[in-house]
């Protein structure tokens, strides 16, 4: 017996090496990453029979318990890359157990918790999440590790980011800067400038997004980090899409693209497609658009990225449903739903419901759309995703209304505004504000139509929301006009057209005209 272990222990310690080198070609460039999930699946079962062997032996050979816990520290990003986000639980609860047996591992267990609040967030649940990432943010402060610190502090706003606690949020990645600017990590201090970039833009703050985003641009050109240069692009064209700038979204996600397809990055290419899909279908060229996602679709699917999948899937139904094509549109929604739940990502799974819930509204068909957006309301609320709760507050009050079911509807709508206010969000409390407008206006109530509409109209104008400000224009121009006010209807026509001659898109998805349709491909915080 004693042999055979001995035999075992070798070969764990061969394929943990083999492994390792995987991990270290993947954090270099394009043609490392490559290599890297070559040699990766060239051994790959080798290296799941070592696992599984050391992970049976641990509990009576600290040799067999300290190779189960390097099995998951050593391979960390082929390991994330390639385990569904349930088998990675499952290796990092062996190796934690593993790394508590041994004793004198706590950097490694910090990081293992780390990695385990990864996994729970791919998988939607950020309570747990959280739990993990304080448990690791505990151990990195009693033994010192400042970088570790840095970074857990980043996972954790981006788990209360996804939850829509835009405010915490930010002020741990604040944290999280402080600490990459004290010790020096200027590659830590973009991605903290990315994650607060990302949380501006959350908030609608165009100006203070875009800076952030500039910033950590020049930072990642000056190390030489073309991955997050291309990263970082991305979210600069996604700000400049949210402020109506969509040429200048273009242009900057088709230099994310090249960026991408030149260091390999098949998921990054596929994201920066997304992207673009969701820019042109904007623009109004919306069969170049759905080309263009197919694109991201097949790379994504090549590549095993179940998440981006769904999310291509979302877009194409975005896109479809915008030419007016319901049923098509219909069929990639449910297609990207069964998607979510396959990997278990709740939050997807709300979104696409989302989806199905507008599409019946399109057609009429409000109390199927209620309970779809009803459906979406509970498991944001389980989630704790306010941001995704807000959105579905929204859409839910727009079939009511158009159901006739008028104080429900301003129930619901002044729910939402509440909720906007509270986590912060402006661009969304104008949208609300508007979408009580509408409400009032339904009711004859024009006066008051009139107030939350010029109220919507100051604050996407303070945000910068060009979208938001036509679209609160035209609503302007409509209740001036039911109340015979004919002179301040020509006035607010005329500031509309001023807008589109800016080359503003004409169309939109404001939940004023239109329930929010929710879907990208979008960068997320690092």
């Given at each position: 017996?004693?042999?055979?272990?001995?035999?075992?222990?070798?070969?764990?310690?061969?394929?943990?090496?083999?492994?390792?080198?995987?991990?270290?070609?993947?954090?270099?460039?394009?043609?490392?990453?490559?290599?890297?999930?070559?040699?990766?699946?060239?051994?790959?079962?080798?290296?799941?029979?070592?696992?599984?062997?050391?992970?049976?032996?641990?509990?009576?050979?600290?040799?067999?318990?300290?190779?189960?816990?390097?099995?998951?520290?050593?391979?960390?990003?082929?390991?994330?890359?390639?385990?569904?986000?349930?088998?990675?639980?499952?290796?990092?609860?062996?190796?934690?157990?593993?790394?508590?047996?041994?004793?004198?591992?706590?950097?490694?267990?910090?990081?293992?918790?780390?990695?385990?609040?990864?996994?729970?967030?791919?998988?939607?649940?950020?309570?747990?999440?959280?739990?993990?990432?304080?448990?690791?943010?505990?151990?990195?402060?009693?033994?010192?590790?400042?970088?570790?610190?840095?970074?857990?502090?980043?996972?954790?706003?981006?788990?209360?980011?996804?939850?829509?606690?835009?405010?915490?949020?930010?002020?741990?990645?604040?944290?999280?800067?402080?600490?990459?600017?004290?010790?020096?990590?200027?590659?830590?201090?973009?991605?903290?400038?990315?994650?607060?970039g990302n949380t501006y833009l959350a908030l609608s703050d165009y100006r203070r997004a875009i800076e952030c985003f500039e910033q950590h641009l020049a930072i990642a050109r000056?190390?030489?980090?073309?991955?997050?240069?291309?990263?970082?692009?991305?979210?600069?064209?996604?700000?400049?899409?949210?402020?109506?700038?969509?040429?200048?979204?273009?242009?900057?996600?088709?230099?994310?693209?090249?960026?991408?397809?030149?260091?390999?990055?098949?998921?990054?290419?596929?994201?920066?497609?997304?992207?673009?899909?969701?820019?042109?279908?904007?623009?109004?060229?919306?069969?170049?658009?759905?080309?263009?996602?197919?694109?991201?679709?097949?790379?994504?699917?090549?590549?095993?990225?179940?998440?981006?999948?769904?999310?291509?899937?979302?877009?194409?139904?975005?896109?479809?449903?915008?030419?007016?094509?319901?049923?098509?549109?219909?069929?990639?929604?449910?297609?990207?739903?069964?998607?979510?739940?396959?990997?278990?990502?709740?939050?997807?799974?709300?979104?696409?419901?989302?989806?199905?819930?507008?599409?019946?509204?399109?057609?009429?068909?409000?109390?199927?759309?209620?309970?779809?957006?009803?459906?979406?309301?509970?498991?944001?609320?389980?989630?704790?995703?306010?941001?995704?709760?807000?959105?579905?507050?929204?859409?839910?009050?727009?079939?009511?209304?158009?159901?006739?079911?008028?104080?429900?509807?301003?129930?619901?709508?002044?729910?939402?505004?509440?909720?906007?206010?509270?986590?912060?969000?402006?661009?969304?409390?104008?949208?609300?504000?508007?979408?009580?407008?509408?409400?009032?206006?339904?009711?004859?109530?024009?006066?008051?139509?009139?107030?939350?509409?010029?109220?919507?109209?100051?604050?996407?104008?303070?945000?910068?929301?060009?979208?938001?400000?036509?679209?609160?224009?035209?609503?302007?121009?409509?209740?001036?006009?039911?109340?015979?006010?004919?002179?301040?209807?020509?006035?607010?026509?005329?500031?509309?057209?001023?807008?589109?001659?800016?080359?503003?898109?004409?169309?939109?998805?404001?939940?004023?005209?239109?329930?929010?349709?929710?879907?990208?491909?979008?960068?997320?915080?690092?």
């Open positions: 017996m004693a042999d055979l272990n001995r035999v075992i222990l070798l070969h764990a310690a061969h394929y943990i090496s083999v492994l390792q080198e995987a991990n270290r070609l993947y954090t270099q460039d394009a043609e490392g990453l490559g290599r890297a999930l070559e040699l990766f699946d060239a051994n790959w079962q080798h290296i799941r029979l070592g696992q599984a062997r050391t992970a049976q032996m641990a509990g009576g050979s600290a040799a067999a318990a300290r190779f189960c816990t390097v099995y998951c520290t050593g391979g960390a990003h082929p390991l994330q890359l390639r385990l569904h986000p349930r088998e990675q639980i499952s290796w990092i609860e062996a190796a934690l157990n593993s790394a508590r047996i041994v004793g004198d591992l706590e950097a490694e267990e910090a990081a293992l918790l780390g990695n385990l609040g990864l996994a729970h967030a791919d998988l939607g649940d950020y309570r747990q999440a959280i739990r993990h990432y304080e448990e690791a943010l505990t151990i990195d402060r009693r033994i010192g590790n400042r970088k570790g610190e840095g970074e857990t502090l980043a996972n954790l706003g981006s788990a209360y980011y996804f939850q829509g606690d835009i405010s915490r949020a930010v002020e741990l990645y604040q944290q999280r800067l402080t600490i990459a600017r004290e010790i020096g990590d200027r590659r830590g201090e973009g991605a903290g400038l990315g994650n607060l000056e190390v030489g980090d073309l991955r997050n240069e291309a990263a970082t692009l991305g979210n600069l064209g996604s700000a400049f899409y949210s402020v109506g700038e969509i040429s200048q979204a273009v242009e900057i996600h088709q230099q994310a693209l090249a960026l991408h397809r030149r260091l390999g990055d098949r998921e990054g290419e596929a994201s920066a497609l997304g992207n673009l899909a969701s820019a042109y279908s904007v623009l109004g060229d919306r069969d170049r658009a759905f080309v263009v996602c197919q694109r991201a679709l097949a790379i994504d699917r090549e590549i095993g990225a179940r998440r981006a999948e769904a999310t291509d899937l979302n877009i194409l139904g975005n896109i479809s449903f915008a030419s007016g094509q319901t049923e098509r549109a219909q069929e990639f929604y449910r297609q990207a739903l069964e998607g979510y739940r396959e990997i278990g990502d709740r939050t997807g799974e709300g979104n696409a419901l989302g989806n199905l819930g507008n599409i019946c509204h399109a057609l009429g068909e409000y109390r199927l759309a209620i309970q779809f957006h009803q459906q979406y309301l509970l498991i944001a609320r389980e989630a704790h995703d306010r941001s995704g709760e807000n959105i579905a507050l929204g859409n839910l009050g727009a079939s009511l209304l158009s159901l006739g079911e008028y104080n429900r509807a301003l129930e619901v709508f002044d729910e939402a505004l509440l909720l906007s206010r509270d986590i912060g969000d402006r661009k969304g409390e104008a949208s609300d504000l508007g979408n009580l407008g509408s409400a009032f206006a339904a009711i004859g109530e024009y006066r008051r139509s009139f107030e939350l509409y010029e109220t919507a109209l100051a604050l996407h104008r303070r945000v910068g929301n060009q979208r938001g400000e036509a679209m609160t224009l035209g609503n302007l121009q409509e209740v001036c006009q039911a109340m015979g006010d004919f002179q301040n209807a020509a006035r607010f026509h005329e500031q509309l057209l001023a807008i589109e001659k800016r080359a503003w898109p004409p169309h939109d998805r404001e939940r004023e005209l239109n329930p929010d349709v929710v879907g990208g491909c979008l960068d997320e915080p690092q």
